[in-house]
């Protein structure tokens, strides 16, 4: 167990939805981070926060968006799904003050289908 | 921009024989490299990663990898494979920044 909680597990939806995505971090971890696992493209980096704070962002497509809230768990919206969304999403915390030489822990992910 | 390549996409293997997954990557600037192993219906975990130092770096599970700049290689081994070590593996590299950029994933298949 990473300590790294998502939810849901599993989703699934029709084309045109939107979905949220939510991500509890290790419990001092300030950093999140969003990843999007599909066959064809391997693991995406989507996103990142730092203690609330957008701070570097990837493949992420314009009808994605995430935050990080106070409490620093955070949440990815997914909005007019297509078909091609279908992934396994991740997140992963890292209890790093300095970038980029920690470990990342993964959650289990969500898988998202859309139909 | 950085990237990794995973050369090998799948790799079988007889159990109790050595493995190599090939991990390269590109960047013009100094490197932090991971290797992540992802069981099935989980999560990625990590197996060892390279900050500086030795180029020898061991990890979980029996695990090793060497850092080789000359050839921008991370290439990770075992010198005796497990059915349980059927996985895939992700090599990964960090800039000093907060973006890991991982590679597509190399399937570990140990046959009996």
């Known amino acids: 167990d990473s300590g790294v909680t998502q939810t849901p597990k599993h989703l699934i939806t029709a084309t045109g939805q939107r979905v949220t995505l939510r991500c509890s971090p290790r419990s001092g971890d300030l950093s999140v981070y969003w990843y999007q696992q599909s066959l064809d493209q391997g693991l995406q980096f989507l996103i990142h926060y730092y203690n609330g704070e957008e701070r570097a962002k990837g493949n992420i497509l314009e009808r994605f968006s995430a935050q990080q809230f106070p409490d620093l768990h955070s949440e990815l919206n997914l909005s007019s799904l297509e078909l091609g969304d279908s992934a396994l999403y991740f997140c992963?915390?890292?209890?790093?003050?300095?970038?980029?030489?920690?470990?990342?822990?993964f959650g289990e992910g969500s898988r998202l289908t859309v139909l | 921009a950085q990237s990794v390549t995973q050369l090998d996409s799948q790799v079988p293997v007889f159990e109790e024989a050595p493995v190599e997954l090939r991990c390269n990557y590109s960047?013009?600037?100094?490197?932090?490299l991971f290797w992540y192993v992802q069981y099935p219906n989980q999560g990625l975990q990590l197996l060892l990663k390279y900050l500086s130092g030795s180029t020898l770096v061991k990890g979980i599970n029996g695990f090793e990898a060497e850092f080789n700049k000359s050839q921008t290689s991370f290439h990770l081994r075992k010198p005796s494979v497990h059915i349980s070590d059927t996985a895939e593996y992700f090599c990964a590299v960090s800039v000093g920044t907060y973006k890991y950029i991982f590679g597509t994933g190399t399937r570990l298949k140990v046959l009996a």
């Open positions: 960047s013009s600037v100094s490197v932090y």
């Open positions: 992963a915390s890292s209890p790093q003050t300095s970038g980029g030489t920690g470990e990342l822990f």
